[in-house]
């Protein structure tokens, strides 16, 4: 059945987005950063994912290794020489903002010019579909696709409750002083977020990859779903983000079954000014006032 | 730098840096992508064009040097109108070739303001016969393609139920219109259009509307690398129907893409080995790029083959080279001898020429009927 | 050259007349909108329609612009300035991809991809403004009446409250200023001028299309006010001359690949946005005022 179908697709769809968007949420809840960047953290990963595997011809892990690198990296320095000193000077919400979205602008036209700007796939026995009820075909990369949502984000969880570092990441968003008194240190914490929090999206991309394809400008669209599903399951909200993200990915797939494909784009906005003007705080979310 | 200081330094480059009038070239323009997803059809197009230009220049055709200045459209309106400025205002090229519909339906009123004839090769759209007497197309348009391959999918092979895929862009409305009208013409039914963004990638929402739709056949109007994506995810998700699409399939993208294997289109019928002229532009084709030539490659060294010839007549009349002088000049010979045959202008400055339908096979394609008529 | 140069410097003028207005909320009222260009383009289609459906000439399409555009910033303002930054500014994302999505799928109204060809010039009683030339003076004309009214806004009480509120929104609230009004009034006051920059620009180019008014556009405005200076009133200004030359002059540079530029122009202001929020987050121009606006 038609629905059915695109449920399934949706759920594909939403667990490439949640992991987008729970990275996005475990940086911005620990640090309070505004971190536009992360598109551009995709988009590095998406394009070193398949250059190590259409270029250099690695294997998967070690082109999936190559990303995860390259993405903690650029996470560690958009900390440490973009932020950092900006947050030194005055902070504002506002500056931190642009410099980031200066950032997504830089990588995306470097990545345009280094490998082109037309759409590139992996191709994958993965994302042939399998027929496997009358008229319901799933190909196993979605399968793939909620099963590592699954494990990123319950490994998330685990070590955020678990570890020490964990435990101060959790902290850090409440009391960073707090954190002090415990002997550990918020610019390291940051760090751990950031680094964390970019590597989140290795899996994401690497999908998207596999499954549809990859273009330079995709780091603006994957960051735009990640706000939203941040702010739809509530900023500060690991749990929300990752709901949020789902959410979206089932809306924009099951928009198709009634709405024209060229409507479904639209849904996803639609799904968020419907939030923010009735439901600010998200699902989740602490309900934070206009201040 | 004292921002005056800076503004000052920035406009006196910009006056000095622009290129002088060389008295010595005579020089037409192209606006055509050479960046962004459709490149690849900006290389093949301006290609053919260069092959042309150094033809012109080898056989000395005319009085000076011909000279191809080239500006990107990026296959979009926008910038193909900030282009066909800067080839009209600054460059002042009296020719100007175009590709894509919807770039050629913006800077249509540039060139006819300006009086500079613009030639299309590429966009098939039926409107494109519609943009004035300065704008000229050397390929049949979609109408005729449509008109010619709907029998032959519906009669011929019994494909009845046909389901359209289509790009929302004029090119791609155009085709959904012909469809419109020729399925049901011959005895067809149009099962389910589809409209699709130009910068979708995500297309298994729409496959999966393709298969409740029970077509017999899949028609997808669309141009570029989306086509390859859209053919690869309809094969990945469970479509097996038959494929078939207009001239636009005949880029690499396409050809190359093993799922694309057994797709049916139409292009214009070309016998590369009909004349001196023709081969000698495949083998410098192929010698240049390693492939088989396609109707693009006859079509854009066409374009600037009409323009040489024109222009040969007017020196030989002692008549400026102007848009001007070369619409009239059209208008008093219009036929020409170019790669693939004689092609023959019509007063709204569109040609018509025979189809052939082909076939894609494993990065090449092979001829299934070589004189695909309507009817 | 003459013709390019004249084309250029009305695209800057308008473009101006888009920063200014920007600034007027953003670096004013501290209100961060990403939907700019969706008022500009609602402006412009406004405009290109009465001009061709109604035969209307530049001021009626010019008012028709600046209503629709102000009434629907109403739409935006009323819900979301009840909310903070962060989701205002996601908010107005919101609103520019809707938009965007409106533009480009409306195609009985705006033509989708294909456009609005064929817009006749703009028309006065009595006279047509048909060259380049004459549209420049337009378009002066035009700027010098909005950065006229930005300044005569931002010096009077209604542009204190705006700056107070700015500052420390909590303090302004308890001295009785009535904010959501206030920042209402700013929103639509702003989008309203922004019409005024698409009504010149569709009877300029005589085609518009969505491409020209996507969220890369409204990056592009943000740009032009960050890097020239927020609230200043000269500061978008030079922004915006500073943000156009750059392409025309990176395409005259030899040696540099044409099809490139493109991208090395929004590297180089991507990175200007960097640095400057770095090392100046005023902007270019905040160096040169001494007590600020």
Redesign the interface.
Known sequence: MLLLQLLVNGLQLGAIYGLTAVGFALIFGSTKVFHVAHGASFTLAGYLFWWGMTALKWHWLASVALAVVAVVLFGLFMERFIYRPIQRHEGAFFTVFIAAFGMQIVVQNLVGTMFGRGFETVSAELSRSVEIAPNLFVAPIAAVAIAVGLVFYFGLNLFLARTQVGTGLRALSDNPDLVRIFGLEPTRLAQVAFALGSALVVPAAALTAVSQGINPGMGSHIMLISLAATIVGGIGSLKGAAMGGMLLGLAESVAVWKLDPQWSEAVTFVVLFVFIIFRPAGFLGRAQNAK | MKLPKLLGLLAATSIFAASPLRAQDIRIGANLPMSGPNAEYGEQFAGAAAIAVEHANADKMLSKKLVLLIEDSQATPQQGVVAMNKLVNVDKVPYVLSAFTGVSKAIAPVGDKAHVVSINGGGVSPDLAELGDYFWNVIPLVNFEVQAFAPYLIKERGWKKVALIYVDDPAGEAVKKELEIHVPKNGGSLVTALQVPRASQQFSGIAAKVRESQPDVVFIASFGAQQAQIIKQLRDNGVKQQIASYSAFSIPAVLQLPEAKGALFPTQSINWAADALSQRLASDWKAKKGKEPNAYTANYYNAVMVFVKLAQALEKAGLPITGENLLKQRLRSASFDVAGGRMVFLPNGTVSMPLQLNEVDNGTTKVVKANLAPN | ?W???N?LAVLITINAILAVTLNFVLGYA?I?SMAHAAFFGIGAYTAALVAIKLGGGFLLATAAGMSVAGLLSLALAL?????????F???S???Q??AL??F??W?AVTG????I??IPPARFPGFEISSPPQYLVLSLVCLALVMWGVSRLVNSSFGRSLKAIRDD??AASAAGKNVAVVKTMAVVVSSALAAVAGSLYAFF???I?V??FT?DTS?YL??MV?IGGTATLWGPV?GT?LIL?LP??LS??PGLP???V???Q??V??????LL??YR?GG??AA?SKAGA
């Open positions: 050259m013709a390019y140069l084309n501290g961060f819900p979301a300035l009840r909310v903070r930054g962060e989701y500014v996601a908010a994302l919101g609103l991809m809707l999505t409106l480009s799928e195609k989708g991809i294909g456009g060809t064929n929104e909590t180019l005589s085609f299309n491409e020209s969220l990056v943000m740009a960050i030079v001359v030359l025309a002059v005259f540079l044409q099809t490139e493109g991208s090395i929004q590297i202001y991507g990175l200007a946005m960097v929020m770095i987050p270019l121009w040169k």
